[in-house]
């Protein structure tokens, strides 16, 4: 069953998805050469819990942490270790909560100083991808036209791997509610887009092939050839005036600039 939300619940979820933004952007101050991702992740969950919010993976069917933090080929879902991070790594950081009885969802890929320009381009292709699967997004449309445009735009135009087991959502008073937005697809197809949807949509590209595999810990998923992997996400209301992005990668990108260990990708074409 998909949820309709009102304008009142949408601004809700606006609070919620600006929560995630806030604990993103906090995680880009303290992405430093010698950190842990666990001690990233109490930070995050302290941040969130001061604001009033409820991290909204840690637990979330067992989920261990607040953060997924997915480095190099980890595409998704990695938990946060001990290893400390060095120069040429990148991080997906997939970040939830839960605020005012809404999820909101959002997630970012940060790249330290030293990254090879291949996966930087991997990187500004994908979160351009993200942009034109929203500008797909549109009251008459289906999910397929979002779906399509990431997959033309990664796949076809530029010759990165779309994941297919791991895919786009719903999202409201659960984290996972229907539609599946998948980031492949064909025009046309899908459920249509109506005007109350709010979708999770969230490319997962890899610099090599499509194939990925899951970890013995039962989360994390990784690349089969061991090459990069990249994902961002936005959580995005579905208007008649058109799409209504809830989450905010520029606070983001504003703390990534004053962190001397991280580099912008709009900073390297």
């Known amino acids: 069953m998909i949820f309709y939300k009102t304008n009142e619940e949408i601004e809700l ?9 806030r604990t993103l952007a906090h995680v880009g101050e303290l992405l430093k050469v010698g950190v842990s991702p666990k001690n990233i992740d109490k930070s995050a969950e302290q941040f969130i819990r001061d604001h009033g919010g409820i991290p909204g993976f840690k637990g979330y069917r067992g989920f261990p942490s607040t ?4 480095t190099n080929d980890r595409v998704v879902h990695g938990i946060p270790d001990d290893r400390p ?5 990148i991080v997906s950081v997939d970040c939830g909560v839960i605020l ?3 999820y909101g969802d959002a997630a970012y890929t940060f790249s330290f100083k030293g990254v090879a320009k291949e996966t930087m381009t991997l990187l500004k292709i994908t979160k351009e991808s993200l942009q034109k699967g929203i500008d797909n997004a549109i009251v008459g449309n289906r999910i397929g036209d979002i779906s399509n445009a990431i997959q033309q735009y990664c796949e076809k135009e530029h010759g990165f791997g779309i994941v297919r087991e791991l895919v786009g959502h719903g999202v409201g008073r659960s984290l996972h509610e229907e539609p599946e937005v998948p980031n492949f697809g064909l025009r046309g197809r899908g459920v249509m887009l109506k005007e109350g949807m709010v979708l999770a949509i969230e490319p997962m590209v890899n610099l090599g092939n499509k194939a990925v595999k899951q970890l013995k810990d039962g989360w994390t998923i990784v690349t089969r050839d061991s090459k990069p992997s990249a994902h961002f996400e936005h959580s995005v209301a579905i208007k008649s005036e058109g799409p209504d992005i809830l989450s905010n990668h520029e606070i983001i990108e504003d703390s990534i600039k004053k962190n001397e260990d991280l580099v912008i990708i709009s900073n390297i074409f």
């Open 13 to 21: 979820m606006r609070q919620s998805n600006m929560l995630v933004s």
């Open 67 to 70: 953060l997924c933090m997915s």
């Open 85 to 89: 991070y060095q120069d040429g790594d």
């Open 100 to 102: 005012n009885e809404f």
